[in-house]
């Protein structure tokens, strides 16, 4: 059973920078798309980034320059870069593996970013 555990969360100015980790456990295949969403309050949970086992990315526009996912395979893990952060970017924010070879998502517990003053 795949695990994801969550960390980098915190409490950052306007500017400021954080890099969020998400370590898997378990039953990882080579090829799983992986993705970051983030959920504010009062909003929808909405994508961030994602990035297919095929190697395409995609960001929402709002964070497009600024933010960067990646991965490394051999540590079973899965990051986003944030920089230049800025307020509007606070929220809860979740990983995401979608295993290709059965199809199934997992999720992290979600880790709360707050970009303030």
């Known amino acids: 059973q795949v695990q994801l555990v969550e960390s980098g969360g915190g409490l950052v100015q306007p500017g400021g920078s954080l890099r969020l980790s998400c370590a898997a456990s378990g039953s990882i295949f080579r090829f799983y798309d992986m993705g970051w969403y983030r959920q504010a309050p009062g909003k929808q949970r909405e994508l961030v980034a994602d990035?297919?086992?095929?190697?395409?990315?995609n960001y929402a526009d709002s964070v497009k320059g600024r933010f960067t996912i990646s991965r490394d395979n051999a540590k079973n893990t899965v990051y986003l870069q944030m920089n230049s952060l800025k307020p509007e970017d606070t929220a809860v924010y979740y990983c995401n593996i979608r295993l290709a070879a059965t199809k199934r998502d997992y999720w992290g517990q979600g880790t709360q970013v707050t970009v303030s003053s």
């Open positions: 990035s297919t086992s095929g190697g395409s990315t």
